[in-house]
């Protein structure tokens, strides 16, 4: 499916709920709150401020705003990474916001309402000599195992590393973003792999301690995932999500978080490629 088509599906969406609004389903309406689980280690999307422990970040930001258009209000929860599908699946959760990729492995059970570009960067220690991503042929690479990046360092390995006569990157699993950051530092691994919109998060909190290299090796988007059977709660949040966009709301949570770059012109339905 192309992006006009994702496009145009939206298109089609905001016409007839312009003649109709979507509605929330009658038990989230009823019960007056969202169930919404995050694992609270992937800052600056949401994270437990140090300073006071909250529970911070663009995708609280964001959904917050949300449960506000929405006339309810958020209980909050937290699991680990690899337990967020499971949680929508079993109802724990009634739609997941929490830096999750958009993949087409995930869409089997699943839909996703798009809302952030992204794409897997390379990044060392500031001492590190690589200039350039190829020079990672052959080197100990972390990345989050949960996530869609170990397939993405594997491709882009044979894709660059083997025609150039390089040895193969070799994948350092890690357990999230944390985790890996520690790995480099220990020096278990010599680069690291993480979502383009956390690097310059970790570059504040520790000044001078990463470097990145290159460019993003791959796009893809960040998206709000709803159950497949869930259409009433996917169209209702996409039309607020639309709004916010619309009246500039959108774009101010994520300057916030210094992430404007990231913003996508409008929601996208399973818009990635992979």
Request: a neutral charge; charged letters at 25%; proline letters at 5%.
């Amino acid at each position: 499916m192309t992006r006009l088509s994702h496009f145009l599906g939206f298109a089609a969406l905001a016409a007839v709920t312009s003649a109709q609004a979507a509605e929330l389903p009658a038990e989230i309406k009823q019960a007056g709150t969202l169930k919404l689980t995050v694992n609270s280690t992937y800052a600056p999307m949401e994270y437990r401020d140090p300073a006071t422990s909250e529970l911070v970040g663009l995708d609280i930001d964001l959904a917050g705003e949300l449960a506000k258009r929405l006339g309810v209000k958020i209980v909050w929860s937290e699991t680990p990474f690899a337990e967020l599908i499971p949680s929508l699946q079993t109802r724990r959760a009634d739609f997941i916001i929490s830096g999750i990729s958009d993949r087409a492995s995930r869409r089997e059970t699943a839909d996703f309402v798009d809302y952030l570009a992204t794409g897997p960067q390379f990044f060392v220690m500031a001492e590190n000599e690589a200039k350039a991503a190829s020079d990672l042929c052959g080197k100990k690479i972390g990345t989050t195992r949960s996530t869609s990046f170990p397939v993405e360092i594997e491709k882009w390995s044979k894709q660059n590393c083997e025609p150039a006569g390089k040895p193969a990157i070799q994948y350092v699993p890690g357990e999230n973003s944390i985790d890996v950051r520690n790995q480099l530092k220990q020096g278990r691994i010599d680069a690291a792999v993480q979502g383009s919109e956390t690097l310059p998060y970790a570059q504040t909190q520790e000044p001078g301690k990463y470097r990145v290299v290159g460019e993003p090796f791959a796009k893809g988007y960040q998206g709000i995932m709803f159950r497949k059977d869930d259409t009433a709660l996917r169209e209702v949040v996409t039309e607020k999500l639309a709004a916010m966009i619309a009246d500039g709301s959108y774009k101010a949570v994520l300057d916030k978080w210094g992430l404007g770059a990231n913003a996508v012109a409008q929601p996208m339905l399973n818009a990635a490629s992979q």
